[in-house]
C-alpha cells in the first residue's frame, strides 16, 4: 500500500496541472520533488501516547476544514470517509475479513463494521482488482457504479535500481519469494515444496525477502525441522536497489500466496523476464493469465514438480505478451483513469 500511495501520488500531482493538492503525512515527504500546486502538511504522530491513529486523522480533518478542501483521496483508511464528507476511499482488500483468524481481535471486529459504514459515506470506492472490486461488492451491497478499479503498476525506482552492486553474494541457482512473512502468504508449502526439489537440484537455494509480520514462527520453525539451515535464507527487508538486483538474478519467483489484492512481485518478475510460480486464485488469473505458471498450493508435490520443470527447461516469456502486460498496468493509465474519476466526482454538491 505504501509504494502503490507514493508512485500514484507522484504521477497524479505530476500529470494534474489544474488542481492544487495538499499531501499529508506524519514526516516530511523525500521521496519526490513537489511541484508547484502541491505542498505538504507534516502532523507528527506522538506514539508515545494513546490514540495516535484517531489524533492524526482529526488533525487532518480539522485542516481540511480550515484549507476549505473540495475533495479527500484516503488511500488506505476508512475511517477518513467517516470524518469528512467529501472522500475517495481505496480498499486494497478484504483479508480482514476473508482470513479474519490472522489478524488481531480488534481488526476482526472493527474493519468489518468500517468497511460497510465508510463505503456508505465515501464518495467513490476504489479499489486494485476487478476479482477485489466484485468481493467489495458482495459483502457491502453498494452499487456497481460507485466503485472502480485503479490497478497498480512497477515500482519505478525499484526497476531504475536493478544495475546497482550488492554488498552481498548471491548463490549460483536460486529461487527467490518477496513478502511480509505471514500465514496467508503460504511459506509452509512453498518450504516443503522447495525441500522436494532439492532431490532433483540439491544446490539450489531459496532466497526469501520480507519482513517479519505475524505469526511467522512456524515458518523458521518448519526450516529448522526440514533441516534446511543455510538452504533457506531469509534476508529480511531490502532496499529498492537490493531486491532488484536479486530479483533479477533469479531463477524463479515463488509466490504462493492465499489471497491478495493484486500482487505486484510477479509483475516485477516478468519485467526482469524470471519465471513465476503463482498460486492458482482468481486475482492472478485476472492479472497474469498468460504470463505465469499456476499450481494449486494445497498440493506440495504438484508446486515441487512445476518448480523443477521451470528449472530445468526455463522458457523466456513471449515478447509481445510481456510488453502488453506491462503497459496495461502503467501509473501513467491509472492516473489518468483517476483524474477522470475526480472531475466526475467534482460536480457532486
Known amino acids: 500500500i505504501g509504494q502503490y500511495t507514493l508512485n500514484l501520488t507522484k504521477e497524479l500531482v505530476k500529470t494534474d496541472k489544474s488542481n492544487s493538492y495538499i499531501l499529508y503525512s506524519n514526516q516530511s515527504i523525500t521521496e519526490f520533488d513537489l511541484p508547484p500546486n502541491c505542498r505538504n502538511i507534516v502532523f507528527p504522530i506522538k506514539s508515545n501516547l494513546p490514540g495516535k491513529g484517531f489524533r492524526y486523522m482529526n488533525e487532518v480533518k480539522r485542516s481540511l476544514i480550515k484549507e476549505k478542501a473540495d475533495l479527500l483521496i484516503s488511500y488506505s483508511n476508512h475511517s477518513f470517509a467517516l470524518l469528512f464528507n467529501r472522500t475517495i476511499l481505496f480498499i486494497h482488500d478484504l483479508a480482514p475479513i476473508k482470513y479474519a483468524k490472522f489478524f488481531s481481535k480488534s481488526a476482526r471486529f472493527f474493519y468489518p463494521i468500517t468497511t460497510k459504514l465508510a463505503c456508505k459515506r465515501a464518495l467513490k470506492i476504489l479499489t486494485v482488482s476487478e476479482t477485489i472490486k466484485n468481493e467489495i461488492i458482495e459483502y457491502t451491497g453498494i452499487k456497481a457504479p460507485k466503485i472502480d478499479v485503479i490497478y497498480p503498476s512497477i515500482n519505478k525506482e525499484l ?48 532466497l526469501i525477502i520480507g519482513k517479519k509480520g505475524w505469526y511467522y514462527e512456524k515458518i523458521f520453525k518448519t526450516v529448522e525441522e526440514l533441516g534446511l539451515k543455510g538452504k533457506v535464507k531469509f534476508l529480511g527487508y531490502q532496499d529498492d536497489a537490493t531486491t532488484a538486483k536479486i530479483l533479477s538474478k533469479a531463477s524463479a519467483l515463488l509466490y504462493l500466496s492465499e489471497y491478495e489484492g493484486f500482487g505486484m512481485p510477479p509483475m516485477e518478475a516478468i519485467f526482469f523476464n524470471v519465471p513465476a510460480i503463482l498460486s492458482d486464485i482468481p486475482v492472478f488469473r485476472e492479472v497474469y493469465e498468460g504470463t505465469a505458471s499456476f499450481v494449486d498450493i494445497k498440493n506440495i508435490d504438484e508446486v515441487s514438480k512445476k518448480l523443477i520443470s521451470i528449472l530445468k527447461n526455463p522458457k523466456p516469456i513471449d515478447k509481445n505478451t510481456r510488453d502488453s502486460l506491462l503497459k496495461k498496468y502503467s501509473w501513467e493509465n491509472s492516473t489518468n483513469k483517476l483524474l477522470k474519476i475526480i472531475k466526475g466526482e467534482w460536480k457532486i454538491n
Not at 536493478?162 to 512453498?190: C, D, G, Q, V
Open 159 to 206: 526497476l531504475k535500481s536493478s544495475s546497482a552492486k550488492l554488498s552481498m553474494k548471491l548463490p549460483n541457482k536460486f529461487i527467490l519469494s518477496i513478502s511480509t512473512l505471514e500465514p496467508r502468504k503460504n511459506y509452509l508449502t512453498a518450504i516443503k515444496a522447495f525441500n522436494q526439489s532439492l532431490k532433483t537440484y540439491p544446490d539450489l537455494k531459496y
